[in-house]
């Protein structure tokens, strides 16, 4: 898959681009319901005989329209979003530069320039797409603003559960600490990939050793403990992960969230490694202790469970 990033006014010419099929959208997460627009494009692509591309934008818009609202978390930050579109086998992916400049764009104007401009002759998006300044262009106005260039195939609700399918569903059941229940609607667990980086280094002083986490521009889970496993060299392992401010040790004081694995049976230095983070499932909530003893009481049950759970999804026939 060729990435290319287009500042507007892009510069592409249309007599040097090949006949495309484009599926439209932000897809942060990449979810089962992204999944069916991208897979009906690449269907389409190929009865066409055409390339196919995916074209998204980033930043989010609302970072760029509502900035006092400073910057989002996403499920998919940019880097994951390519991992996980290239894995799809599409040819190109289009990101651009979600600008003030690009966001005045008329409905008309981005069709223009972004769709026909870009010798796209067949459109792929959800039945709520939008497109435009305040996103007046919609699925049902895209044909008037086509001026017969192209083609539409819109797609409808995809629903778990009667409940559609969303980013926005995705995220809340992160809110809640619900992420069990991602999978079938992802598509898989939900993961997120950072870098250790030093911390306080007490967790080895009780019998717990912990690897911090730096989770950059990625949503995580309300605060609490979680069942998890961890990707890491090229294995995976199982583990506990705690998610918080630490209150035993910090009291109130709410300044920094950390995130903190225990693995088991693990014995490696990991300083600075990359690791992805797999949240199975919700264990409990952060709670301060009254003393160390118990703190390290409530450690070996969380691992317990931990081990509990992993075991009885078989897991770890994750190779490690």
């Known amino acids: 898959m060729e990435t290319i990033i287009l500042s507007h006014p892009h510069q592409l010419r249309k007599e040097n681009l090949k006949e495309t099929v484009v599926a439209l959208g932000f897809f942060d997460g990449v979810h089962l319901g992204h999944k069916q627009v991208i897979s009906t494009a690449k269907q389409l692509a190929k009865q066409k005989e055409m390339q196919c591309a995916v074209m ?76 435009g300044k305040l996103g007046k262009g919609t699925m049902e106005t895209l044909p008037f603003h086509s001026r017969n260039a192209f083609t539409q195939t819109t797609i409808s609700k995809v629903e778990k559960d009667h409940e559609k399918i969303s980013s926005t569903n995705i995220r809340k059941l992160l809110e809640k600490g619900k992420v069990a229940q991602i999978p079938p609607v992802l598509g898989r667990y939900y993961e997120v990939v950072g870098i250790v980086v030093h911390g306080e280094k007490r967790g080895r002083t009780i019998g717990f050793p912990t690897a911090n986490i730096n989770t950059d521009r990625y949503l995580l889970p309300i605060i609490g403990v979680y069942a998890v496993c961890v990707k890491v060299k090229g294995r995976t392992y199982e583990g506990v992960c705690n998610i918080g401010y630490k209150p035993t040790f910090h009291g109130e004081n709410k300044s920094f969230k950390s995130v903190e694995i225990h693995l088991f049976d693990f014995d490696q230095d990991i300083y600075d490694e990359e690791v992805a983070i797999q949240w199975i499932e919700w264990i409990r909530s952060e709670k301060k202790f009254d003393s160390i003893e118990q703190l390290i009481s409530q450690i070996q049950e969380d691992k317990a469970k931990a081990k509990l759970i992993l075991n009885k999804l078989n897991m770890c026939s994750c190779n490690c």
């Open 56 to 131: 998204t934008f980033s930043p989010h818009p609302k970072e760029v329209l509502r900035a006092d609202q400073g910057p989002l978390d996403y499920l998919s930050p940019m880097p994951e979003k390519i991992k996980l579109i290239s894995q799809l086998e599409v040819d190109i992916l289009y990101v651009i530069e979600f600008t003030r400049e690009f966001a005045n764009l008329t409905p008309q104007q981005f069709v223009d320039d972004y769709l026909i401009g870009l010798n796209v002759k067949h459109v792929v998006a959800g039945f709520d797409y939008s497109y």
